[in-house]
Nanobody, 128 residues
């Protein structure tokens, strides 16, 4: 059974940086699409960034392009999200998600309903 566990959240001032990590007990035989989602109080869960564990392409929400970087380290089976130039509107619970899928399928997996494996979330709070 695949499990995901996020870490690295916290409170920072605007303009600061945080790096989130997601430890994943993935089956190395398969390819997964992995993503970071976030959800602020009263808002829908939105995709932040995603990639395929076997590919090189990455996809980002317009709101984080140029500030966030998603990466996957195969040896550690860990997904990361480097967040720079943080803004108060980045405040949310951040979730790691995964679904077994071919790498070319990741481009279309931008909604939470298309993922079936989730972590418990890690809180990011950005103050002014």
């Amino acid at each position: 059974q695949v499990r995901l566990m996020e870490s690295g959240g916290g409170a920072v001032q605007a303009g600061g940086s945080l790096k989130l990590a997601c430890a994943a007990s993935l089956n190395s035989y398969y390819t997964y699409c992995m993503a970071w989602f976030r959800q602020a109080p009263g808002k829908e869960r939105e995709a932040v960034a995603r990639l395929a564990t076997s590919g090189v392409s990455t996809f980002y929400a317009d709101s984080v392009k140029g500030r966030f970087t998603i990466s996957y380290e195969n040896a550690k089976k860990s997904l990361y999200l480097q967040m720079n130039s943080l803004k108060p509107e980045d405040t949310a619970m951040y979730y790691c998600a995964a679904v077994q899928a071919p790498s070319y399928d990741c481009i279309s997996r931008s909604t939470f309903s298309l993922y079936n494996i989730w972590g418990q979330g890690t809180q990011v709070t950005v103050s002014t």
